[in-house]
């Protein structure tokens, strides 16, 4: 319920380039409509159209053209209407961007494709398991999936009690890679959305949401700096029985090497 509540109140000026891939092609016409009399959407609607791009192919096309729109409705795009600059209307053919390969794959998009589909896009890689991906690809699958792999031979692999029934048993999908005799098993699974920490300021008030986050700011503004800091030399009252020799013998020679150097310029 809280996710439909999310997107019904999502709106040209709040989508991102993450949750625009949470909308399909008839929330696109909606949302251009949901804006058409907002000033600050006109005014960038370029930003707004570069991150619809960024989930969407959009082709503009004749409205008039019955076949133009047969065209592309037969290749899975939705055609409809939206009002540009100055009022102008533009016919959009809007089809949302595929995911088949690994790299299709994005920071945006990784957490909007379930472990089956992910482990889906894998095996479309040439069949070379979880090595034959390239670092970046492996950090943008990281960054929303645990995975984990190993390679055993095939009579191995499904042992019972094995490693296998037991990711299986704790809900992740597998993709197994034929290796000659081996096979190597990818186990994918989608990691929860991780919170966000929240910052309280007690000086101006509490936020009654973060009561178990609380942020301490060190005070360095007016923190003296190490330059500034005086070092009080010991006056005569600080002077005592105990510190007077220590006092005394500070920056003095050592009498035997006095009298050494002495000698040696009586000898020259």
């Not at 991906?133 to 009690?161: A, M, N, V």
């Not at 037991?166 to 081996?182: H, I, N, S």
Request: with cysteine; aromatic share 8%.
């Amino acid at each position: 319920m809280e996710q439909n509540t999310e997107k019904k109140a999502l709106t040209l000026k709040t989508l991102t380039k993450s949750s625009v891939w949470d909308i399909q092609e008839n929330d696109i016409f909606r949302l251009c409509e949901g804006a058409e009399k907002d000033a600050e959407v006109k005014d960038n609607l370029r930003h707004y159209t570069d991150i619809i791009r960024s989930a969407f192919m959009i082709e503009e096309i004749d409205g008039d053209s019955k076949l133009m729109k047969q065209k592309y409705e037969k290749q899975g795009y939705q055609v409809g209407t939206v009002k540009l600059d100055e009022g102008q209307k533009v016919t959009w053919a809007v089809k949302k961007r595929p995911i088949t390969r690994v790299t299709d794959l994005t920071y945006e998009n990784v957490r909007h494709i379930t472990a089956a589909k992910l482990v889906e896009v894998i095996d479309r890689n040439f069949g070379g398991g979880w090595d034959s991906l390239s670092q970046s690809i492996k950090d943008i699958i990281e960054s929303g999936f645990d995975i984990s792999t190993t390679t055993l031979p095939k009579d191995r692999l499904h042992k019972k009690g094995g490693l296998y029934e037991k990711k299986v048993a704790d809900g992740y999908d597998v993709l197994e890679v034929p290796k000659g005799t081996w096979v190597e098993a990818i186990f994918a699974k989608a990691k929860p959305e991780a919170e966000k920490p929240r910052m309280k300021f007690n000086s101006y008030g509490d936020d009654e949401e973060n009561e178990d986050e609380e942020v301490e700011i060190e005070d360095n503004y007016n923190k003296p700096d190490e330059d500034d800091i005086e070092i009080e030399e010991p006056g005569d009252d600080d002077i005592t029985e105990d510190n007077y020799s220590t006092m005394m013998d500070l920056g003095s020679a050592d009498p035997d090497e006095e009298a050494e150097g002495l000698t040696d310029y009586v000898d020259e």
